[in-house]
């Protein structure tokens, strides 16, 4: 079945950087871009950029762009997101969210990734 | 970038119930609108796609209408799985952006 499969928590402290990596199995991997979405603590979802599947062609949110890195490697079928200067305002669950890959299927994010927690503390 | 203002933030109704969500965009976004459930401590699911397109899988209790800019997300009958928080997302211009979600309790 088409699944993804995110690392692991993370603890980090302000300043530091995370890369969190997401990895796809089930569907042809090259023909999706995939979203990378947080969610901080009690809060709403907020989309944070699309790679495509090669890493060539990064779409990042105006908020992120600076300090958001996303890459792709087709040959272990993983996508990754970095992201650095890290504060307490960083804190939040990092979802990977496979694309629409064509056709109809707008406003359609699927499958997510189980989310990565990561804090940032001192 | 859209806005999608969501309503109600919050809304209780019981088991059997048919409730309502809804979703306003601050611009017209064609068909580029999914609705998503979210469980506590899970990752977000989608339920209807391109407005009305229900998700493969989704029970037929769950129903999405609306165009332009107005948008609805109805559950016919409520069950008591259905108690969690929902989002509507438009993908039809970058960036992609969700409404502020909808928690609905018993």
């Known amino acids: 079945q088409v699944q993804l499969v995110q690392s692991g928590a993370e603890v980090k402290k302000p300043g530091a950087s995370v890369k969190v990596s997401c990895k796809a199995s089930g569907y042809t991997f090259s023909n999706y871009y995939m979203h990378w979405v947080r969610q901080a603590p009690g809060q709403g979802l907020e989309w944070m950029g699309t790679i495509d599947p090669s890493g060539d062609f990064p779409t990042y949110a105006q908020k992120f762009q600076g300090r958001v890195t996303m890459t792709g490697d087709t040959s272990t079928r993983t996508v990754y997101m970095e992201l650095n200067s890290l504060s307490s305002e960083d804190t939040a669950v990092y979802y990977c969210?496979?694309?629409?890959?064509?056709?109809?299927?707008?406003?359609?994010?699927?499958?997510w990734g189980q989310g990565t927690l990561v804090t940032v503390s001192s | 970038a859209i806005q999608m203002t969501q309503s109600p933030s919050s809304l209780s109704a019981s088991v059997g119930d048919r409730v309502t969500i809804n979703c306003r965009a601050s611009?017209?976004?064609?068909?580029?609108l999914g609705w998503y459930q979210q469980k506590p401590g899970r990752a977000p699911k989608v339920l209807i796609y391109d407005i009305s397109n229900l998700q493969s899988g989704v029970p037929m209790r769950f129903s999405g209408s609306g165009s332009g800019t107005d948008f609805t997300l109805t559950i016919s009958s409520l069950q008591p799985e259905d108690f969690a928080t929902y989002y509507c997302?438009?993908?039809?211009?970058?960036?992609?952006?969700f409404g502020q979600g909808t928690k609905l309790e018993i």
């Open positions: 997302l438009q993908d039809y211009s970058y960036p992609p952006t």
């Open positions: 969210a496979r694309a629409c890959g064509g056709g109809s299927c707008y406003g359609r994010f699927d499958p």
């Open positions: 611009q017209v976004i064609r068909n580029d």
